[in-house]
């Protein structure tokens, strides 16, 4: 093998159980594993990418990668973690976002190449063929309600009283996430399956019917559920998840998530989400700690994982914005922006709206920080602003003679004004 895939994602913090023999099974030849992905959305988001990457480093160290898209588990809903029966989807609309999700896996993920070439499945695909009466004939006499009772994920719907029970279809869902395991072992010899650490109740489900139906010995690990240090959720922000998509998440904004994560768990995410190695993480980790104010490991967390997920011009428009509300820029940084970036980029800062036919008669500068907008608190501050020449539009310094004009408009309909370097305000023309 290239490398011991198990100290590999050990040293990273990405195992949370393992099966005992693990690593030894993996050291003695090519194996197959595979992650299932919940395939209720037409993206990934950052929560996935940690089982994402344990499929990267799988590959990496020589082994073969299976993708598994829940299409028929998608229909039914797993009760891992939820206090509620989720929504169920259509044949189409899975169809659609398996192909989404397969094109942002062949960005980690080698599917084209080598006897190790990653493989991508949808489990809607073999449960299909099946009737219910030769489901509960053929798989379901081999696991006893006993056993299924007793997983952690259904003994915790049941006693938790803000729980309105669980429906017969959420029951079987392990049976159905276990009957994965037998078939990709049949097809394609798989003997591991990764996943979350709440999963560790469906995956155990498999190994236990690969032991009963074919008496082989399957693999389990699992990783950690990634959490905050400050007990808010990974992956989150006000406006929900952090795609993968850059239809639904800037790469601005995927970017300065992981910019402004906090010390301690950039030291954690480095190890999960880069592909760098043990010695240059502790490398940057010590560099870090002798300077925490340069905040040298948010930014190359921030550089890596957008690269990874993006691409190098997504990473450099994205640093680009980032430059022109914090760093030193010019209106030709500013006019680079789209439209969308640029609001991303302001969201948050003080705007003021300004009529077409107010803005076509002049505003002179007084106006363009008091009078029209209440930016500043008077005229007689922002006379003092601009006589102190600490007053620019759109990133120019203007002094109290300058008037706003059309050639100031920035994607036809705004005016970046700046007094000194923390106060930003912003004027839309409509």
């Excluded at 990267?56 to 020589?62: I, N, P, V």
């Amino acid at each position: 093998m290239e490398k011991d895939f198990f100290e590999e994602v050990n040293w990273r913090g990405m195992v949370h159980d393992a099966m005992p023999g693990l690593q030894d099974h993996l050291n003695e030849k090519m194996r197959t594993a595979y992650v299932g992905i919940d395939p209720t959305a037409d993206s990934l988001h950052i929560g996935h990418l940690v089982g994402v990457m344990l499929l990267k480093h799988f590959q990496l160290a020589g082994h073969r990668p299976v993708a598994l898209i829940g299409g028929a588990t998608g229909m039914i809903g797993d009760p891992s973690g939820k206090s509620k029966e989720r929504n169920l989807l259509n044949e189409e609309t899975l169809l659609h976002n398996q192909n989404k999700i397969k094109e942002q896996l062949q960005k980690f993920l080698n599917f084209s190449q080598g006897e190790n070439a990653a493989i991508l499945v949808n489990n809607y695909d073999w449960m299909k063929e099946f009737s219910f009466l030769n489901f509960i004939r053929d798989v379901g006499k081999h696991i006893t309600v006993n056993y299924m009772m007793a997983k952690d994920s259904v003994k915790k719907r049941l006693s938790s009283e803000s729980s309105e029970g669980m429906s017969f279809t959420e029951f079987t869902y392990q049976l159905v996430q276990g009957y994965d395991f037998v078939h990709l072992y049949n097809a394609e010899k798989c003997t591991l399956q990764m996943g979350g650490s709440d999963q560790w109740g469906n995956i155990t489900t498999g190994t236990e019917m690969l032991r009963k139906m074919h008496n082989q010995k399957a693999f389990a690990l699992t990783c950690p559920l990634i959490t905050k240090a400050d007990g808010t959720k990974f992956g989150k922000t006000e406006g929900g998840n952090i795609w993968l998509d850059p239809n639904r998440t800037s790469p601005y904004k995927f970017y300065q998530y992981w910019l402004n994560v906090s010390d301690e768990d950039a030291a954690k995410f480095i190890k999960i989400f880069t592909l760098l190695n043990q010695k240059e993480i502790e490398s940057l980790i010590e560099e870090h700690q002798a300077s925490p104010h340069l905040r040298k490991l948010q930014n190359v967390l921030a550089d890596k994982v957008t690269q990874l997920v993006h691409d190098e011009d997504a990473l450099q428009n994205a640093k680009d914005a980032s430059k022109v509300l914090f760093g030193k820029s010019t209106i030709k940084d500013i006019e680079a922006l789209n439209e969308v970036t640029f609001l991303e980029i302001f969201e948050g800062i003080p705007q003021a709206k300004v009529s077409k036919a107010d803005f076509e008669e002049g505003i002179d500068m007084i106006g363009a920080l008091a009078a029209k907008t209440s930016f500043l608190s008077s005229n007689s501050e922002a006379i003092r602003a601009l006589k102190a020449n600490s007053v620019s539009v759109n990133k120019a310094k203007v002094d109290q003679s300058y008037a706003l004009s059309a050639k100031d408009l920035l994607n036809d309909k705004y005016i970046l004004i700046n007094k000194g370097k923390k106060n930003t305000y912003l004027i839309v023309v409509e």
